[in-house]
């Protein structure tokens, strides 16, 4: 069982940066899959990206790729989101998930486990 806190949402302009934090109670988090996912009003939860166990190997939704950056630190159990040119369409809750599966978590069907989430908005 893994438990996910997700923090560092709030308000910002656009132009702007935020970090997410999410932080995974467990032993084995270091095995775990991590990914980011949104959901916006009034639309479905979307993947944003994802990293594997090691942070060798990391994914980007084509909407945030170049813009937002995933890392994890293992020895903390914590896996962050850095979003910077921040635009109003990243408007959404952002949600940390996990998943024992290798490979590139696409779907919100992928994941094993969800926090419940940290909303960013983005103002124009």
């Known amino acids: 069982q893994v438990q996910l806190v997700e923090t560092g949402g709030g308000l910002v302009q656009a132009g702007g940066s935020l970090r997410l934090s999410c932080a995974a109670s467990?032993?084995?988090?270091?095995?775990?899959?991590m990914g980011w996912f949104r959901q916006a009003p009034g639309k479905v939860r979307e993947f944003v990206s994802a990293i594997n166990w090691s942070g060798g190997s990391t994914y980007y939704a084509d909407s945030v790729k170049g813009r937002f950056t995933i890392s994890r630190d293992n020895a903390k159990n914590t896996v962050y989101l850095q979003m910077n040119s921040l635009k109003p369409e990243d408007t959404a809750v952002y949600y940390c998930?996990?998943?024992?599966?290798?490979?590139?978590?696409?779907?919100?069907?992928?994941?094993?486990?969800w926090g419940k989430g940290t909303l960013v908005t983005v103002s124009s």
């Open positions: 998930a996990a998943t024992s599966r290798g490979g590139h978590p696409g779907s919100p069907r992928d994941m094993d486990y």
């Open positions: 467990g032993r084995t988090f270091s095995s775990y899959t």
